[in-house]
Every structure is written in structure tokens, then in C-alpha cells.
């Protein structure tokens, strides 16, 4: 049996190395775009269980996500906010982050998407946004 799939995106190469390597930890193959147009043509030759976007990225070349959404109609695909919790509180420069906070939580978003439920298509239909 094969691993699940997953792309992520994220406008942050350290963001996406950090939620990438989560990721493996917990089982998943696991490939990553820095941006739309890197994610549509990953998804033009690969299939792909589900997309892990930040919300920068998933703001900006809506007409790219629009192709995104033509090459995989069914894909499930979680919004997350790709930055640490608290790091919007913390506007000194001298403190220092021990990394994504919400990594966890994408993880368990992203095993809520892939597992379904009963009522998968409802869950696809209604999103999971996450930290």
C-alpha cells in the first residue's frame, strides 16, 4: 500500500522544508512548489490524495488555482496560515522562534482530509482550514 500523496505549497522555503519534513515523519510522500505555477505542473503529470497551501500563496494567481482545480477536480485542499502562532505577537526582534507551531495541526488536518470519514465528498465540500 502506497503512502498518501501530498503537495504543499507555501510562498516560505523555510515554512515549506519545515512542513515537509513533518510530513515524511508521519508517513507521507511529500512534494513541494513555491508557488502556484510550480504546483500546476506538478500536478500535471502526478496525482496528488491533497494540497497543503498557505494563505499567501493560495491569494495570489487565482487564475493559476483555477487551473489547479481543472487538473484534479476531486482534490481535497487545506488552507493554512503558515506562520507560527504568537509570532504576530511578538514584534521584538531579539525573540527567537523554535519553528511552525502548527505543523502538528497540519498534520492532523491532513489525515482528517485523507481519512474522510464517513461523509468524505461533505468534508471536501465544506474545507478544513487549520492554525
Not at 17 to 26: D, F, T, V
Not at 55 to 82: K, T, Y
Amino acid at each position: 500500500m502506497r503512502s498518501s500523496r501530498i503537495l504543499c505549497v507555501d510562498s516560505s522555503g523555510r515554512r515549506l522544508r519545515e512542513l515537509k519534513a513533518a510530513l515524511e515523519r508521519a508517513g507521507f510522500e511529500v512534494w513541494t512548489a513555491l508557488g502556484a505555477i510550480d504546483a500546476v505542473c506538478l500536478a500535471s503529470g502526478l496525482h496528488f490524495d491533497v494540497l497543503a497551501v498557505d494563505q499567501n500563496s493560495a491569494r495570489l494567481r487565482e487564475e493559476v488555482w483555477a487551473c489547479l482545480a481543472d487538473l484534479q477536480p476531486g482534490l481535497p485542499i487545506l488552507v493554512h496560515s503558515g506562520t507560527p502562532k504568537g509570532s504576530a505577537l511578538s514584534r521584538h526582534s531579539q525573540v527567537i522562534s523554535s519553528g511552525p507551531s502548527a505543523n502538528g495541526e497540519i498534520v492532523l488536518a491532513l489525515l482528517l482530509l485523507l481519512l474522510g470519514g464517513e461523509h468524505p465528498a461533505q468534508a471536501r465540500a465544506q474545507g478544513v482550514a487549520a492554525a
